[in-house]
């Protein structure tokens, strides 16, 4: 393949808009290399792509415009490329959607130049407008890190006056720095924690498979608190030390202040970060230096892994079993299948920890194709917590009521020990449904066929399929009663209102995704927790995520059978996961711990696993009913999801699918639907499903592409595939 094209030859360029195939243009002057990254005229606009190859020629050459300009980035490698190529085919996602996913950093097509910041420093607060203090609270929220003029008015909801007014006032400055710099060298010799026996050993293979530079897979079990972090630091530190480039995938953007914190202790500096939480500048500079080779280590969210990566040599899935790892709307992908993926073509390796694996990784390393290493004890002196159901049908509460007495009295006990107590409930808001006692209409929202939740704290109805907010209204909107409106069932915000009443005294907090205003807000408040400063948490699943609180004794699971039931084929499988893990956050300090499971089916199976520890025991039950059924991993799924202004389009596209499924029926596949789907109308479309089941080693991509290539779409139906779904609504 021609490595560089000269001023005037035809190159191959793929874009980043949805136009799905390659262009034609000429080089520019000075020439381009091959994975270049140009800027490209695309009708009257300037658009970013990649040189992937030689132009075809089949146009008029006098015709074919000239790429503008070469980027100041590194060119895309050939393994990168490799990547997307394969990432596309896998989930059939057109390859200039799998572009735009690698090149998400705004700026890239900047010119090289220094860029002006703002910092803040000690000065006089007490006479600033209120305008000039959220702007100093955007830069404390965010850590202190430096912001551009545009970057922080916008932040801060002011204009660019209100900033530059504080450099008046002395409360900030603003420094002249080159707009991307090289991130301070981690240091892989620096201070390696003390590890058992058992870690050590675990720490030898891992640190043997980076050695090799060669593609492996390798599933790190072990218990919570058993110090998986610490064993695959040493992994990190080997990839280090051959100057090579570790990635760690972390679940939720709220677990990477303790985790930066590790590592910094570990490698004394803090590496690069990838998520929502950053500013955009702190982004392009990632970017950029991922693909410079200016960065040793990213710790990030799924989407790192399409970072341009110089030369990378691990990757850590942390909690791999975790949905977040699904990309549910765009590009539809699993991070976790993914990373095995791109490490294979970079010859890297890959480590999925977990203290419960998702049934997949566990089959496969059961059948030897990922290696396995377990932790089967927690490090130091700390045990495992003991685990206790409370039949919720022998607990006297009263209506409305869903802390039981037993659960209650431990709380007391904790309190007056000094110790910590968490209340666990995996569901937001206050209710989850609001009724009329008059008409008995329940709320919803107006877009979508969901219920609207209730979320007190914000005074708003919200609905959790687009996001809508309402606000809580005086009567009913149906009938016009007034004062009859009542809610169903609790949400965490509920449960906190009960603790409050039950224990006065106690520091109360409540944690959930929705109720903080900045990533940063939430991180810190995570760390105040960690410090002792709560006496009862009350939270949703972002509390059961690899979070180390060392004054935590007691975890009160407030509804274990919220998500055993429904249509989710996962839902034991989770529902173990999520007790497992959450039940893991007690007794990780000096003194030992104590989970109750408040159920009304304690003869449940995945509560009796949860209750006998018998996890093995669980799995190997579990994978008897998918194998009978040939659902994943012993078979193949791929969801279709149609939507359309008028149900009756979507239905008629679902319909002419299910009448010609010839090339699905050639590997031996089925198609079940159309059906109207569970949640049947969101942000004013309405969807229609179909499901695709094969067996395990069925070529499913190229059969369902032969499927849909006679369909034709009208510009208001829209058809998605999700290859391996993860969500059934």
Not at 358 to 368: Q, Y
Not at 653 to 666: D, F, I
Request: net charge positive.
């Amino acid at each position: 393949m021609k490595e560089f094209y000269t001023n005037g030859e035809l190159i191959s360029v793929l874009t980043t808009q949805p136009i799905d195939r390659f262009l034609d243009y000429t080089a520019p002057k000075g020439g381009c290399a091959i994975g270049a990254f140009v800027e490209v005229p695309l009708g009257p606009r300037k658009v970013l792509g990649v040189v992937w190859g030689t132009g075809k020629g089949d146009l008029d050459k006098e015709k074919v415009r000239s790429a503008i300009r070469v980027l100041d980035v590194a060119p895309m490698r050939n393994e990168l490329k490799s990547f997307l190529e394969k990432a596309s085919d896998y989930t059939l996602t057109s390859l200039s959607n799998m572009l735009k996913l690698a090149t998400r950093a705004q700026g890239l097509s900047d010119q090289p130049s220094m860029k002006t910041v703002y910092i803040r420093v000690p000065g006089n607060v007490e006479n600033l407008t209120s305008a000039r203090k959220r702007v100093l609270k955007v830069i404390s929220d965010y850590g202190e890190v430096p912001f551009t003029l545009k970057e922080l008015s916008e932040q801060a909801g002011v204009s660019s006056n209100v900033v530059k007014a504080l450099v008046k006032t002395g409360n900030l400055i603003e420094v002249h720095k080159p707009k991307d710099v090289p991130f301070p060298r981690l240091d892989p010799l620096l201070k390696r924690r003390s590890l058992n026996k058992v870690q050590t050993q675990a720490c030898n293979i891992l640190v043997s498979q980076v050695k090799s530079a060669k593609f492996s897979t390798t599933l790190l079990r072990g218990v919570t608190g058993s110090g998986k972090t610490e064993v695959y630091m040493e992994a990190v530190a080997q990839c280090l030390r051959q100057d090579r480039q570790a990635l760690v995938l972390l679940p939720e953007i709220a677990l990477t202040a303790e985790f930066l914190a590790r590592v910094e202790v570990r490698f004394g500096v803090r590496p690069a970060e990838w998520h929502s939480g950053l500013t955009v500048t702190e982004r392009r500079r990632t970017w950029k230096m991922a693909g410079q080779g200016g960065l040793q280590m990213v710790v990030g969210a799924r989407s790192s892994l399409f970072l341009p990566f110089k030369s990378l040599g691990l990757i850590v899935v942390d909690e791999e079993h975790d949905s977040s790892y699904k990309q549910e709307n765009g590009v539809l992908y699993n991070a976790r299948d993914m990373a095995v993926l791109r490490a294979s073509i970079a010859n890297a390796t890959v480590i999925l920890s977990s203290a419960t694996p998702s049934l997949e990784t566990w089959n496969n390393a059961e059948k030897g194709k990922y290696k396995k290493i377990e932790l089967a004890k927690r490090v130091g002196s700390a045990l495992l917590p003991k685990v206790v159901a409370v039949d919720m049908r022998q607990q006297d509460l009263p209506s409305n009521h869903w802390i039981s007495p037993r659960l209650q009295k431990e709380i007391l006990l904790r309190l007056d020990a000094e110790e910590q107590s968490l209340l666990f409930l995996n569901r937001r808001g206050y209710a989850p449904v609001t009724l009329c006692r008059e008409c008995g209409e329940q709320l919803r929202c107006q877009d979508c066929d969901a219920y609207l939740v209730e979320h007190r704290f914000q005074k708003r109805l919200m609905c959790h399929q687009c996001g809508e907010t309402y606000p809580i209204p005086q009567k009913c909107p149906f009938c016009g009663a007034e004062g009859c409106l009542s809610v169903v069932g609790p949400g965490v915000e509920r449960i906190s209102e009960e603790a409050k009443a039950l224990f006065p005294e106690a520091r109360i907090v409540t944690l959930s995704s929705d109720m903080f205003g900045s990533i940063r807000a939430l991180k810190q408040q995570l760390e105040e927790i960690s410090s002792g400063g709560a006496d009862v948490v009350v939270g949703t699943q972002l509390v059961a995520k690899g979070h180390n609180f060392p004054y935590l004794t007691l975890v009160g699971v407030i509804d274990a059978d919220i998500s055993l039931h429904g249509i989710d084929l996962r839902a034991a499988e989770r529902t173990f996961q999520l007790l497992q893990q959450v039940s893991g956050r007690a007794g990780r300090g000096k003194k030992p711990g104590l989970a109750l499971v408040q159920t009304h089916q304690p003869e449940h199976p995945v509560i009796r696993a949860i209750m006998s520890g018998d996890e093995v025991g669980f799995w190997k039950a579990e994978s008897i009913t998918r194998k009978i059924a040939g659902a994943p991993p012993f078979g193949r799924l791929a969801g279709v999801l149609i939507t359309a202004n008028k149900a009756e389009d979507a239905l008629l596209v679902g319909t002419e699918l299910a009448r010609n499924t010839g090339p699905l029926l050639k590997i031996g596949a089925k198609a079940f639907g159309p059906a109207v789907a569970p949640i049947s109308r969101v942000r004013g479309r309405f969807r229609v499903r179909l499901l695709i089941k094969s067996h395990k080693g069925a070529k499913l991509q190229i059969a369902i592409k032969e499927w849909l290539r006679p369909l034709k779409l009208s510009s208001d139906v829209r058809l998605s595939i999700d290859i391996d779904p993860q969500s059934f609504l």
